[in-house]
């Protein structure tokens, strides 16, 4: 049942919702940041000055820090628009994106707030721009040519009705891929473009570069060589032959033509895959003169400065890369790194730093939690667990590993131990405590970081998931509804001191507070998912004396104060643990952005890892609404003063309802002009929660408005940028 939760995963589906003013789906719980983003692969990259813009599928444009390379940090993203960036192209301070949804004008002058400027119902494959034109090819629909000269209202001037693929814009020009071969279409005036020239291939092509007279055209086997001088008169002038089976993209630079080569398809039997240097200082005599191999399949290429940026194309499902390469010798090409975004699996917060497990290990300072600022990385920590203590971070991959983090930005390995198959750990004191994909369990002496020492082996458990470690006790959950419980007042000799059965029950997580165990799982075959609650006050008889219905399966749970916090797979949810026999939900977001894998509290704030993104919620304490009690049952309609107030990019507005009513939130300006409406429909009674962001709201004074039949009720915020 070790992948019971990872098949499921499949019938899921993540809804992504993008408004300027939005309302999340939530009680008491709303998001206030988040920190790292995952990218569902590099699709297109166009580098310029110290910025590398990345159409990344799903999860739209980010943008790259590349000053320093021994550090890329991802500084800002436009992920909603379009939803499958498949392009993107930069001119002066603006960056152009289109995907199969639309096209997205986006204002880059400030690169780490980049401001969406509009999105167009203009779907596409490929962009490129000159001057005050985008053009865009769209397969069947054909070559598009839209008016930019005003960012903010893209306009559709003309298209030219031919099936293209690919395209290639210069000097007057676009040269595009069709099924007949080349076609030259001029485009000076860009309303009225006509075809004046073309030339005829056998075969598909797959990608095209236009430099000075030539255009080059990556094909199967080869890459060809043009005369385009002539648009009349088109000829070929020479050929060079690849490693690949295909040329799927090129890039001209100086002498010199960067090729990026692969399989047709998954079942080839070529081998190489990766890039190829051509030097072209005889035109008619071009011929290999360095390569550089990535192992999967190549996607893009685009050279600035002394540097090749690769895109992969994985089509066996493992991670796409950005691959950065240095080519300043075309005759010996060095790869320099290689970045990613994988999907989140873990957090866990120390101070001001925020540790985030996503394939690598990210450090990220989040002193500013509306800024938070990327330090360094571990690189291929897979799904590795972490604890951090003291400056040290311990890590449960295979085996045993501690860095050295007093300096987040420098992570230092200064320890390793051998637990073979490690996939859980905690940490008390001068031990930790780790369990193994082999059903082992150890215990380390970590006093001496430099050299732990393994102390205790247990060979004899099962199916293990999860570990937790409080006061003298080591708590074990597995898979098939068994809590182990391990007295480690001695660490060298535990002792299993108890057990607690739940029949049919799989747990996924387990914390543990005072007197109670917090398990959370779902019973097999049904899937119905519930967090139950042991007493564990007793260790040798433990009794389950509560428990609480999920609305969706549930990853982790984490105690804080008097509240349980559980990841489910589209949110969050909160339950009161007061009284632990009467368990009772005060709060939810659920944000449909991905499948919740962990959830840390620390000093009031939730960080969720919902794989796309590390989400930062605050959770409104109910007892804390208004004028310091909360009832169940309202008596009136009520607005809360916002909070915070003044804001600077979001705040967030908490009112209450008596009863199920009609409701219209809406936000307006001092001039009684409506800016949008929050929230309009039928609402059940209690405490709700809107955040409101403010991306494109000038600062300034607004009114919040709660509209119900025979009410009306309002709020001053100042938003302040």
Known sequence: MRYTVLLLAIICIALAVNVDLFAQDSLNVQQVGRIYNYWQGPADVFVQGDYAYIATGSSGLQILDVSDLDLIRVISQCEDNPKDARSVFIQDD?????????FLVIDISDPEHPDELSCSDIPGDEIMVEGNYAYVTAGRD??????????????????????????????????????????????????????????????????????????????????????????????EVSRCQVLGEVVFDVFVNGNYAYVMEGKFDGYSEIEFCGLQIIDLSDIENPHVVGSFRTGVQPNGVFIAGDYAYLTDDNWDGLRDYLRIVDVSNPARPLGICLYDRDKTYSVFISGDIAYVVAGDLLTIDISDSERPNELGLIRNVGRAKIHVEDNMLYMARSDLKIFDVSNPSRPNQVGQCEAPG??????????????????????IDISDPINPEVVNTNHDLEYLISVYVSGNYCFIANEIGILYIFNISDPSEPSLVGSHIIEDYEITDISVGADYAYLVGY????????????????????????????????????????????????????????????????????SRSGIANDVFVFHNLIYLADEKYVGIYHFTH????????????????????????????????????????????????????????????????????????????????????????????????????
């Not at 075959?525 to 509560?546: A, Q, R, Y």
């Not at 104060?561 to 909160?574: D, P, T």
């Open 422 to 443: 490690a996939i859980d750990i905690a940490v008390s004191e001068n031990y930790a405590y780790i369990i193994g994909f082999d059903d082992d369990f150890y215990i």
């Open 622 to 721: 109910p007892e804390f609404i208004g004028n310091g009690s909360f009832n169940q049952t309202l008596n009136e309609f009520l607005i809360f003063p916002a909070y915070p107030n003044p804001f600077n990019s979001a705040t967030t507005i908490t009112y209450g309802l008596p009863y199920q009513s009609q409701v219209s939130l809406q936000i307006y300006n001092p001039l009684g002009q409506r800016i949008n409406t929050l929230y309009e429909g039928y609402q059940y009674p209690g405490i709700h929660t809107t955040t409101l962001t403010a991306n494109k709201l000038p600062s300034g004074l607004y009114f919040i408005r709660l509209e119900t039949p025979g009410q009306s009720l309002s709020n001053k915020i100042m938003l302040v940028k």
């Open 523 to 590: 019973y097999w075959p049904s899937f119905s998912t519930l967090l139950k609650i042991i007493d564990i006050s007793e260790p040798d008889n433990t009794e389950e004396v509560g428990n609480f219905e999920l609305d969706d399966l549930a990853s982790a749970v984490f105690i804080y104060e008097s509240y349980a916090y559980i990841a489910e797979w589209q949110g969050i949810r909160i339950v009161d643990i007061c009284d632990p026999e009467n368990p009772i939900e005060v709060g939810y977001n659920i």
């Open 142 to 235: 054909g070559l598009k040519i839209i008016d930019i000269s005003d960012p903010e209202s893209p306009e559709i001037v003309s298209v030219c009705d031919i099936r293209c693929g690919y395209s290639f814009i210069s000097n007057g020009y676009a040269y595009v891929i069709s099924i007949e071969g080349i076609i030259v279409i001029d485009i000076s005036d860009p309303e009225s473009p006509e075809e004046v020239g073309s030339f005829e291939l056998e075969y598909t092509s797959w990608c095209i570069f236009v430099s000075g007279n030539y255009a080059f055209i990556g094909r199967i086997d080869y890459l060809y060589i043009i005369n385009i001088a002539d648009p009349d008169n088109i000829t």
């Open 94 to 102: 603006y960056a152009y994106v289109i995907g199969g949804s639309g």
